[in-house]
């Protein structure tokens, strides 16, 4: 049975976080992007923004996956990296971004990301979520499962130069099982 695990303070998770972003991401660390090293970069970031928190995932209390999440401001280099740019009542609407979700490969496709993404939305404040996705992860079918969660297309961004293109999706935050 999943146990699940919300923590604010990412002191506490990061090793869990480093070490479950490693085994999700073994085959694609010689990427710069993807290097352990680029991620923690992008972990302490986020970890540092408003709204921060996370839901470890855990099977036999060994750590399978996590997901982590953000509020975003009107100003928030999220929308300013999308493209087209986002009306201004998108960008103005109380807005929760995941920032990274994953699941390590022999416990997906059992719902845990679903589980996850539920418990992370549960109780927040803000009225949409969004959530970027590389249109290309598992042949689209991510991309997929997102569109069935309710999560629309508004554009494309692409974080750094050396990330792949992704698709940004947004729905209300109150879309099913949210809450």
Known sequence: MTEL???????????????V?????????HDPHYS??????????????????????????APV??????????????WKRTTPAPAADVTGTPTVAVKEMVVIERFRRRG?????????LAGRDETSVTLMVSPANENGRVQ???ARWGYQVIGRS????????????LRPLDSGNDK
Do not use: C, F
Not at 38 to 60: F, N, P
Not at 67 to 73: D, K, M, Q
Not at 112 to 120: G, M, P, S, Y
């Open 65 to 78: 996956g996590y997901g982590y999440v953000n509020s975003l401001t009107p100003d928030d280099r999220w």
């Open 36 to 61: 352990v090293e680029r991620y923690a970069e992008r972990l302490a970031r986020h970890g540092s923004e408003a709204g921060w928190e996370t839901v470890i995932a855990y099977e036999d209390g």
């Open 144 to 146: 997929a499962l997102y």
């Open 21 to 29: 972003y490693a085994e999700v991401r073994k085959d694609q660390l």
């Open 112 to 120: 845990i990301a679903k589980l996850i993404h539920d418990r992370l």
């Open 5 to 19: 695990r919300r923590a604010r303070d990412i002191d506490a998770v990061w090793s869990v976080l480093i070490d």
């Open 158 to 169: 692409q974080p750094s130069p050396d990330s792949p293109p992704l698709t940004v999706m």
